[in-house]
């Protein structure tokens, strides 16, 4: 419930943003859903980690840039960390976060000719995890910090493809990938994961391009 009212207010956040923005020269609203594979890293005491790899996550995103270089982010995510071998032991992750973002196209000055085409994104950022594991009764709220990249290619002025890289370090965790008890006291120990995916990128707004090719 705690990770629905964030995103919530990360909604609201953004549509209030984006209604003070109009008359802008480009659009700097943009939606995100991505998919794919998710990679366990730490702990991986007494589990099989390559067991945990699997496409079992996704995430919903809005972005606004400030300008063509810089932006922010904001994003509800899902992960089920499922044992391949018995789909009894596992833990899924429900997240929320906000992010800076980084037009990297932009700051290296890449030729419009390469630009107007191709985008790389750099975001980085922090949020909040809960954990749910399938063998245990419980919640555990994690921090995380996360980094990554997103590869853009412009479909239209409306729609581009994104693959995405991101890394996650886990602060404060419990409870492991197979859901057992971590005992790990109250300051609990770190962790981290890698999400590769792959999605669409939705412009919004009435000018005709987006700040991201502008």
Known sequence: ???????????????????????????RFSAEITTGVHVPLSPNDGVSRSNYVGFRQ???????????KFGIKGHY?????VNTDDKDFGVNYNRVGLEGV???????????????????????????????????????????????????IKINNDISLAGDMTYFRTIKQHYGYAGNNLFAGKSGVSGGFVNVSIGLIFNIGEERHHADWY
């Open 77 to 81: 995510g899902y992960n089920s960390f």
């Open 102 to 152: 980084l037009n990297v196209g932009r700051l290296l000055n890449v030729n419009f000719h390469i630009r107007e085409t191709f985008g790389l994104l750099f975001h980085t950022g922090v949020g909040v995890t809960l954990s749910n594991p399938t063998t245990i009764t419980g919640t555990d709220r994690m921090g995380n910090i996360m980094a990554g990249f997103t590869g853009q």
């Open 58 to 68: 996704f995430q919903l995103s809005g972005r606004y840039m400030f300008n063509t």
């Open 1 to 27: 419930m705690n990770s629905l009212k964030s995103l919530f207010v990360l909604v609201l956040l953004f549509s209030s943003i984006n209604l003070f923005s109009q008359g802008s020269a480009y659009n």
